[in-house]
């Protein structure tokens, strides 16, 4: 299975403003789908035979870190 990223948009957006989705991205960054929940996103991935990660911290998210994600 391959691994895909669960990304929160907008990125770099400052604390406390709102959410807009959550998108699945793979590895270089391109996405793959949006969803308005990070529920949605992660039951999407599993269905589609990926292994999503989310981020362990919102504003940690380098895919090239390994201890930046967990897997959901």
Sequence with gaps: ??????????????????????VVEDHADHPLVSFALQSQAISWAKLNGFTPHVARVRHLNDKRIPDHWRAA
């Design 1 to 22: 299975m391959s691994v895909v990223y669960i990304e929160a948009h907008p990125k770099g957006r400052p604390e406390g403003t709102p959410i807009s989705s959550y």
